[in-house]
C-alpha cells in the first residue's frame, strides 16, 4: 500500500510490519483505527496475528489519517514530475 509521506509529493510504500509500524508513529491523528493497527504491528511480531491483518488494519487507518494513496504507485506525471 501507498501512502502520503511527510514530504510533498511522495508516497511510502509499505510492504512489510515493520515498515507499517515506523509509518504509523510518524502519523498525527492517532484515532482508533491508528490505535487497532499499532495493536496488530505488535501483535505480528508476536505471531499472534498474520502480515494479512496488519494490510487491513494499516489501510484503514490510512483512511483515518488522510494519508491513504492507493495499492499501487502514483506514476510520476500526476506527481508533476519528469523523468
Do not use: H
Not at 511510502?12 to 515498515?19: F, I, K, L, R
Not at 491508528?34 to 496488519?54: H, I, N, Y
Not at 484503514?60 to 489519517?65: G, S, T, V, Y
Not at 506514476?75 to 519528469?82: E, H, S, Y
Amino acid at each position: 500500500m501507498y501512502v502520503k509521506s511527510d514530504r510533498p509529493g511522495v508516497t511510502y510504500g509499505c510492504n512489510n510490519v515493520e515498515g507499517a509500524a515506523e509509518e504509523l508513529m510518524k502519523w498525527t491523528k492517532m484515532g482508533p483505527k491508528w490505535r487497532k493497527a499499532v495493536q496488530l504491528c505488535a501483535d505480528a511480531f508476536q505471531d499472534r496475528v498474520t502480515p494479512e491483518e496488519v494490510r487491513q488494519a494499516f489501510e484503514a487507518a490510512a483512511k483515518e489519517e488522510g494519508c491513504s494513496v492507493s495499492s499501487r504507485p502514483v506514476p510520476m506525471a500526476i506527481l508533476g514530475r519528469t523523468r
